[in-house]
């Protein structure tokens, strides 16, 4: 009776150290979002807390917050000879059609800026980032299409003359 007091004490001592250890080797973490890209051929690289990686061949930042949160980005450069402000209004038309990426424009202070796609998703577990990875990864695409098309009709409506409204008097004496 006594070795099974010892056993049962030593259990109890072990048990949760090693129920810590299982829950922190699979919960969600940026661990294991390289784990789950690497799976798929991915490629991706650790670069200051975040991944990076080639999804769709373009460029695609992923940030884990809080063991939670799951953040997919992508930025691409905008050089001085745009417009911002016309990218500024198709970034929040864009917004408001594909409701799951939020696109935004960064104004650097030398007159340059960064478009920013994002798509944000609460991940609990493992099981969901699986789940949600590729979908997200489709939203950004189509968030990056429909900005496209955004800009080529602010661009086209912005080329065509403007109706000038009033009128036109002479007065002579």
Do not use: W
Request: one cysteine or more; glycine letters at 6%.
């Amino acid at each position: 009776m006594k070795i099974f007091a010892i056993v049962l004490a030593c259990l109890s001592l072990i048990a949760p150290a090693v129920i810590v250890k299982i829950i922190e080797h699979n919960s969600f973490s940026l661990v294991y979002v390289h784990k789950v890209l690497s799976e798929s051929g991915l490629n991706p690289v650790v670069i200051d807390g975040e991944i990076r990686c080639i999804c769709n061949g373009k460029e695609t930042i992923i940030k884990v917050h809080n063991g939670a949160m799951v953040q997919l980005s992508r930025e691409y450069q905008i050089s001085t000879k745009t417009n911002l402000d016309m990218y500024v209004r198709a970034a929040a038309a864009t917004t408001r059609e594909v409701c799951s990426v939020k696109v935004g424009i960064r104004r650097d202070g030398d007159g340059m800026g960064t478009m920013v796609f994002m798509a944000e998703s609460f991940c609990p577990s493992t099981k969901v980032f699986r789940e949600v990875f590729l979908g997200y990864i489709q939203a950004l695409d189509v968030a990056e299409q429909r900005q496209g098309d955004n800009l080529k009709e602010m661009s086209n409506c912005d080329d065509k003359p403007r109706r000038k409204i009033g009128f036109v008097t002479s007065y002579s004496n």
